[in-house]
């Protein structure tokens, strides 16, 4: 399994198509979280921001649960989605909040996970990438075969509390059975190849 990493994250470094550092625009993004919803219920993000991911994914899956920590950006998102009967949007640390959303889950869940650090206008707890306790907290949930991605994969070098891919990788092994892939500046966790 770590070979096939290894492979993967070096066919990654080195392939004009699929570079670990070739950035998606945010509606490519979007267009990629959407087509899960054929095969998945549930969309949880962390890193609410403006709501344009939130209210991509209100149109297409049952159910939708955000958090945001900022509270100008919670309440914002808070009141948009107010009459969106399948939006949950709570504020809050995403380590405090996504026990709360787990507990609401019936089924396997698309996350995407984006609640750290990436300036002035967005918010942070006390570390700026909260991304290990959100995993441990998604891991404690093994009996479901989410689809976990992670935003801003460039940003895993090893500074201001983002772990070095590779060190991300070691952790994902060691508390879960998930693989691991990294493609256009997202990291991409499955249980399951055929729903991936």
Request: net charge neutral; hydrophobic share 40%; charged share 30%.
């Amino acid at each position: 399994m770590i070979k096939q990493f290894v492979r993967d994250f070096h066919y990654a470094l080195n392939s004009r198509e699929h570079s670990l550092f070739t950035h998606l625009l945010p509606e490519e993004k979007r267009e990629k979280l959407g087509a899960y919803a054929r095969k998945y219920d549930h969309f949880v993000e962390t890193g609410t921001y403006l709501g344009e991911t939130t209210a991509a994914m209100a149109a297409l899956y049952k159910k939708v649960f955000t958090v945001e920590i900022h509270e100008e950006l919670a309440r914002k998102a808070a009141a948009r989605f107010a009459d969106h009967v399948n939006v949950e949007a709570y504020h809050g640390n995403s380590a405090e909040v996504l026990p709360k959303i787990i507990a609401k889950l019936d089924g396997p869940a698309v996350f995407w996970l984006d609640a750290h650090y990436s300036g002035p206008r967005t918010g942070k707890a006390s570390r700026e990438c909260p991304i290990e306790e959100e995993l441990s907290i998604i891991f404690g949930n093994p009996s479901q075969e989410h689809l976990i991605f992670i935003d801003d994969a460039r940003l895993f070098v090893g500074k201001n509390s983002y772990p070095k891919i590779g060190r991300l990788w070691k952790f994902v092994r060691t508390h879960s059975p998930y693989s691991m892939t990294v493609r256009d500046d997202i990291i991409r966790l499955y249980r399951d190849p055929e729903r991936y």
